[in-house]
T-cell receptor, first 116, second 113 residues
Framework: NAGVTQTPKFRVLKTGQSMTLLCAQDMNHEYMYWYRQDPGMGLRLIHYSVGEGTTAKGEVPDGYNVSRLKKQNFLLGLESAAPSQTSVYFC???????????????FGNGTRLTVT | LAKTTQPISMDSYEGQEVNITCSHNNIATNDYITWYQQFPSQGPRFIIQGYKTKVTNEVASLFIPADRKSSTLSLPRVSLSDTAVYYCLVGDMGDTGRRALTFGSGTRLQVQP
């Protein structure tokens, strides 16, 4: 049981390049999230999904796109990378049986992205 | 959006009890309060969750007063391995009406020998 797996672990991009970060979970969770964490800072929510085929914006969605074509996968795309997107990206998932119950988040180990 | 406020940092010594308080004045009626621990280069890890009064597990205790506008994470007899960042989290309905979870800046706990 792998939990939440993020691919790749590290990546260096040049300004203007594009890439996709992959998050996969094997816990049959409905909810999935993408966060970014800048050095010495807390986590900020980029986008999230409450089920297959759905996505919604979080706190800092600009410059990112997401897709949830399969329940177990949540993709984060950067169409034109900028140095301000240098950060550590964390994916998380949770099982929520109802809107009034905060089920714990399960996090991956992060993707460290540097944009030069 | 529901916001939380925590102390930026705390220092302690091994064997002491540590209490970290989180303020969440705008907590919604249905929201639970959840605490996470994060070590360097790792994703956050769930510690404890509660709705009201007191919750205890093998790792920590969580105290929530009747008005639920704050909560206190209590770590008994900390060790060096408890040095980490601790986040308090409450639910947030977001613009779509669906649940979205936002983290605050966390509390950096440093445990000294």
């Amino acid at each position: 049981n792998a939990g939440v797996t993020q691919t790749p672990k590290f990546r260096v991009l040049k300004t203007g390049q594009s890439m996709t970060l992959l998050c996969a979970q094997d816990m049959n969770h409905e909810y999935m999230y993408w966060y970014r964490q800048d050095p010495g800072m807390g986590l900020r929510l980029i986008h999230y999904s409450v089920g297959e085929g759905t996505t919604a914006k979080g706190e800092v969605p600009d410059g990112y796109n997401v897709s949830r074509l399969k329940k177990q996968n949540f993709l984060l795309g950067l169409e034109s990378a900028a140095p301000s997107q240098t950060s550590v990206y964390f994916c998380a998932s949770s099982y929520s049986p109802g809107i009034d119950y905060n089920s714990p988040l399960h996090f991956g180990n992060g993707t460290r992205l540097t944009v030069t | 959006l529901a916001k939380t406020t925590q102390p930026i940092s705390m220092d302690s010594y091994e064997g002491q009890e540590v209490n970290i308080t989180c303020s969440h004045n705008n907590i919604a009626t249905n929201d639970y309060i959840t605490w996470y621990q994060q070590f360097p280069s790792q994703g956050p890890r769930f510690i404890i969750q509660g709705y009201k009064t007191k919750v205890t597990n093998e790792v920590a205790s969580l105290f929530i007063p009747a008005d639920r506008k704050s909560s206190t994470l209590s770590l008994p007899r900390v060790s060096l391995s408890d040095t980490a960042v601790y986040y308090c989290l409450v639910g947030d309905m977001g613009d779509t009406g669906r649940r979205a979870l936002t983290f605050g800046s966390g509390t950096r706990l440093q445990v000294q020998p």
